[in-house]
């Protein structure tokens, strides 16, 4: 039986992540990096493909669950008939190694806790040989398959079928830790964790990151545990920024629209960049600039618009059999297909993000302007081609309004290097093309009938990523067509009062079956109308799209009225991104466009 989305919580070491469910199982783990393989897999399956339970002896314990402040500690409290006890779950940070932590407390009383182990490696792929390595004093279980090893510290295991049972009994004033590490087969097997010394160390380092978010405005709770969660999904030494930490949780339950979100979108990840240059974090625009740099070195017309932690550039997506997949929904799918597209907004996104990150003090590298103005010359080269759009469309290319205003905005930012920040480059050639794309949007990117913009040219559909042409300066937010654009999006895109991406219906991105609204497009309404003078209209909204968080504050993708629950890959970046900008415009803060006017 699949846990709800919502249920999960999230572990980070800026590395990789777990997700832990309410009721102390760790049901995703993957190993050393956050798209790697799974160890741990049953959230897109069953328990045989991977788990580890820790849970009280006593069936009706009951558990409650919040973080150990601005930190990924996980403190599950569990009042049981015999006493209380808290399970301290966390991944540490900064060590050099790969650990999951478990620490029980015991509160008051006593309390015995039950633990499953099943090891499968490979996403399922690879039962592991499994041996004991310790003795009465130090237990210890040690699993090898194939490049992935994993050693079992601090309880004594024993064998259940292919997976392994232990009991652990805590009194008040007790601990006990149980400590599972990665590592590669081919390597000594890593020396037990000091969790003492871990577990301060990845306090600190958390708090000290929240403590230097700068905001204050509306909702600083739900902004600071957002921009947790983007430097969560930052990978520590890489740069890299994915979009979240899952594969193929489903945008519709039984659908085919289950996609691998481990990766670094260009957009994606230049928009968490912005949100986090805009609190007061240089040092990770210049790490991701690095990282930028390196993964779209050479031709620009070779660039991607996805690529993985580390820069790679062969994701092909594939379907495992080995994961049947969560609550049912097939095909699990590793890699993805859109790396292959041609999306026309993403150049647009990485110009208005480093844009950002010069404006906010970050310092020229000539390295990256140069990259930029390559970036440039790409985008000329492919100014009249159809793209797959933001939405990543597997259905016929078209011309999305927002990816040609996004071309506009590349362009427009190439303009201001030149002319307010002092670089070389062709400016009256670069004005000429974000001229000539104003104007074709102002044509063809615009319904007649009601004034709105459209999804693409052709169409008289409205999208969601309309909401974005503000945001950039392509207009203002008062502009009549946003005004009409936003009474269309209320109108055709918000049967339960939050917003959907645009009707799946029409049959433009080519795949059957519908979805859910989706949280980071509601965030983006939120923002619009704070912009546009509607303030009573953002708070609601803003209170809706808030509540579809979980107790944790941690968003998914989508968001359905009806069952009241979270769909779609989680924590997802695009929303929490989403969420801290519509906070800050709640706040009067001028937006992503403020230092052009």
């Known amino acids: 039986m699949s846990v709800p989305i919502e249920e999960y919580a999230v572990l980070s070491d800026c590395r990789t992540a777990a997700l832990v469910s309410r009721e102390g199982s760790i049901d995703w783990f993957c190993a050393p990096r956050f798209d790697s393989a799974s160890v741990f897999g049953a959230i897109l399956g069953e328990n045989e493909q991977g788990a580890w339970h820790l849970r009280p002896e006593d069936a009706d314990a009951v558990a409650s669950r919040h973080y150990d402040g601005d930190t990924f500690v ?9 006493g209380v006890a808290e399970v301290h779950d966390f991944l540490p940070i900064d060590g050099g190694r790969v650990d999951i932590v478990r620490r029980i407390v015991g509160i008051s009383g006593a309390v015995e806790f039950t633990t499953h182990l099943r090891i499968r490696f490979d996403y399922a792929r690879a039962i592991p040989w499994v041996h004991q390595v310790g003795d009465a004093a130090a237990p210890a279980l040690h699993a090898i398959a194939g490049p992935d090893a994993l050693i079992v510290r601090g309880v004594a295991l024993t064998p259940h079928g292919r997976a392994h049972r232990g009991r652990v009994s805590v009194a008040a004033g007790e601990t006990a830790d149980l400590v599972a590490t990665w590592n ?17 160390r990845t306090r600190a380092w958390w708090t000290g990151f929240a403590a230097s978010i700068d905001h204050d405005g509306p909702h600083r709770d739900e902004v600071v545990r957002s921009l947790l969660v983007l430097r969560a999904l930052s990978h520590q030494d890489t740069g890299g920024i994915v979009a979240a930490v899952t594969t193929s949780l489903p945008e519709q339950i039984g659908g085919e629209r289950n996609w691998d979100y481990r990766y670094v979108w260009l957009r994606d990840a230049a928009l968490t960049l912005e949100a986090l240059v805009a609190h007061g974090f240089l040092e990770v625009a210049e790490q991701w600039r690095s990282w930028l740099i390196r993964a779209i070195a050479g031709d620009p017309r070779q660039m991607q618009i996805m690529y993985g932690v580390a820069g790679e550039r062969d994701l092909p997506e594939r379907q495992l059999t080995s994961l049947p997949g969560y609550e049912g929904s097939a095909p699990v799918r590793v890699g993805n297909g859109a790396v292959n597209q041609y999306q026309a907004d993403v150049v647009g996104e990485v110009m208005v993000s480093l844009e950002a990150a010069r404006v906010a003090g970050v310092p020229d590298d000539p390295l990256a302007w140069a990259l930029q103005r390559a970036l440039l010359d790409g985008v000329e080269a492919r100014i009249d081609e159809p793209d797959n759009g933001i939405w990543e469309v597997r259905g016929d290319p078209q011309r999305f309004t927002q990816s040609r205003a996004m071309m506009w905005a590349a362009f427009d930012r190439g303009v201001r290097a030149v002319r307010t920040y002092g670089q070389q480059g062709p400016v009256e050639k670069w004005e000429a093309l974000r001229d000539r794309l104003r104007e074709e949007i102002d044509t063809h990117g615009v319904d007649e009938a009601s004034g709105a913009f459209v999804q693409h040219y052709g169409s008289t559909e409205v999208d969601a990523s309309l909401l974005l042409l503000p945001q950039v300066g392509f207009c203002e937010p008062d502009d009549p067509r946003m005004a009409a654009t936003v009474a269309r999006i209320e109108a055709e895109l918000m049967p339960d009062g939050l917003v959907n991406r645009y009707r799946t219906q029409t049959g433009v991105d080519g795949l059957a079956g519908g979805e859910h609204p989706f949280i980071a497009c509601t965030f983006w309404l939120v923002e619009q109308y704070a912009r546009m003078g509607r303030v009573d209209d953002a708070r609601a909204l803003m ?26 890959n989680t924590p997802q970046a695009l929303s929490h991104l989403a969420q801290v900008r519509a906070a800050d415009a709640m706040g009067g803060h001028g937006g992503r466009a403020a230092h052009r006017t």
């Open 74 to 82: 996980l403190v599950t409290r569990w009042e049981s008939a015999s």
């Open 543 to 568: 209170d809706r799209a808030c509540a579809t968080a979980n107790d944790l504050g941690l968003f998914s993708e989508e968001y359905d009225p009806t069952a009241r629950r979270q769909i779609g």
């Open 184 to 200: 590669p087969s081919y390597l000594p097997t890593p020396a037990p964790l000091d969790v003492d010394a871990a577990l301060e």
